[in-house]
């Protein structure tokens, strides 16, 4: 039996052909529905292990998966006596193999292999960076074509671990939401399929095993769940994931509470969520949004449209199970992560460093007792332990002579 997907809003289940909203027109994140009401592990050495809770039928070999582990030193700093940490990046005395360096990767795998089940098309992704490499990564191994929309001052980041094959990366003046305008222009090309971002089932329930992998390993839900957030996808999965794990029934009852960071001066969720309100209202959650996005060092958390207001979306993950949210400037984040990388040996990616920071205030501020159960989710780190055993290479933007007029038109690249 396959999987379902359904609307959050009318509540109609259906079959999934690929589908990134519902077909009656509804505002709201569909959600798969798995015939395994119970997780059985597969024999797989990454992200696999979980398809059972992934919306694929085939299942393609990849080392590239969440690892949990234990943290002591780090928590003995933190003053924490159950703190686990979510690690999805490249670290071999950890058993970690995820060669582009992120959680990103989770999303790519099931993204690319539901793509190829449901249609085909080529692929396109609107990136800050690390969705863009992660991206880029899987299209070579998976043969799908990805046409990937990243600005400028992300480029640097679109590398792969092997010349990479399938891709095409157009770089655009401003940040990541002007790559995402010029990508909904390509998508209305025929043949260019969008990735979906939140909507597509396929990257939350691949974020999503992060959580699975950590409440297998502790043998439970953890009382509480730390992260960085841009779009504050990953908790919304996290959230999806543990719904799941409640149905199980061997894993406990209870949702985690959710410590969710982004990093100052640009706190959009954070601005609104405090407020109590469900909507982001630009002038007062992300007043002078240009400037603030330049002044942040970890931009990839930088995302002006993310998905919470929608139902089914961040505001709802937040009220379900309890949330905090935290703004950390670039001083903390960088200080935290620095503590991370000499007691656990792995340098986190700044929004990694922003959770440990957030951590930190949550244990301060008594949001999270010493005894808690808590899950820190790393979402990237390792670059200088893959620059070790990869000659990375940077992925070639196409020049302008060889941008298709088709795609010229739409999107004044
Ligand atoms: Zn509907």
């Not at 996808?233 to 409640?246: C, P």
């Amino acid at each position: 039996m396959n999987h379902l997907l359904r609307c959050p809003v009318c509540g109609e289940t259906f079959p999934d052909h690929g589908e990134l909203a519902c077909p009656d027109g509804h505002h709201g994140l569909l959600r798969a529905i798995y015939p395994e009401k119970q997780l059985t592990i597969r024999d797989e050495p990454g992200i696999f292990r979980y398809a059972d809770w992934l919306p694929v039928q085939q299942v393609p070999r990849t080392q590239s998966g969440p690892v949990t582990f234990r943290s002591l030193e780090f928590a003995k700093e933190v003053g924490l006596s159950n703190l686990w940490i979510g690690f999805t990046g490249y670290a071999p005395h950890r058993s970690a193999f995820v060669p582009t360096c992120s959680f990103k990767e989770l999303e790519a795998w099931p993204t690319v292999q539901r793509q190829k089940e449901t249609g085909g098309g080529t692929l396109v992704v609107a990136s800050a960076g690390n969705t863009g490499r992660a991206f880029a990564e899987v299209a070579g191994t998976m043969n799908q074509q990805v046409l990937l929309v990243v600005p400028k001052r992300g480029l640097e980041r679109i590398w792969t671990s092997a010349p990479a094959e399938n891709v095409t990366l157009i770089a655009v003046d401003g940040d990541y939401s002007d790559a995402i305008a010029v990508a909904d222009r390509i998508c209305e090309l025929p043949g260019y399929i969008p990735e979906g971002g939140a909507k597509n089932v396929a990257r939350r329930d691949g974020m999503g095993t992060v959580f699975l992998d950590a409440a297998v390993t502790i043998g439970s839900i953890p009382d509480h769940y730390v992260q960085g957030v841009g779009s504050g996808t990953g908790a919304i999965a996290a959230w999806e994931a543990a719904l799941r794990l409640i149905a199980d029934g061997r894993f406990g009852e209870r949702l985690p509470r959710l410590h969710l960071a982004q990093n100052l001066p640009f706190i959009p969720l954070v601005s609104a969520w405090q407020a109590r309100r469900r909507e982001i209202i630009p002038e007062i959650d992300m007043p002078h949004a240009e400037e603030a996005i330049r002044a942040v060092n970890a931009d990839v958390l930088t995302n002006r449209k993310p998905p919470y207001t929608v139902p089914g979306g961040l505001f709802d993950a937040l009220s379900a199970c309890g949330g905090q949210m935290y703004g950390i400037t670039n001083a903390a984040a960088e200080s935290a992560g620095l503590l991370f990388e000499k007691t656990e040996g792995i340098d986190p990616d700044p929004a990694a460093a922003v959770a440990c920071a957030a951590l930190l205030a949550a244990v301060d501020r008594g949001e999270i007792g010493e005894d808690a159960c808590v899950l820190l989710n790393i979402t990237g780190g390792g670059y200088k332990a893959v620059l070790e055993k990869y000659q990375v290479v940077p992925v070639e933007t196409i020049r302008p002579g060889e941008v298709p007029a088709c795609i010229l038109e739409k999107s004044h690249v």
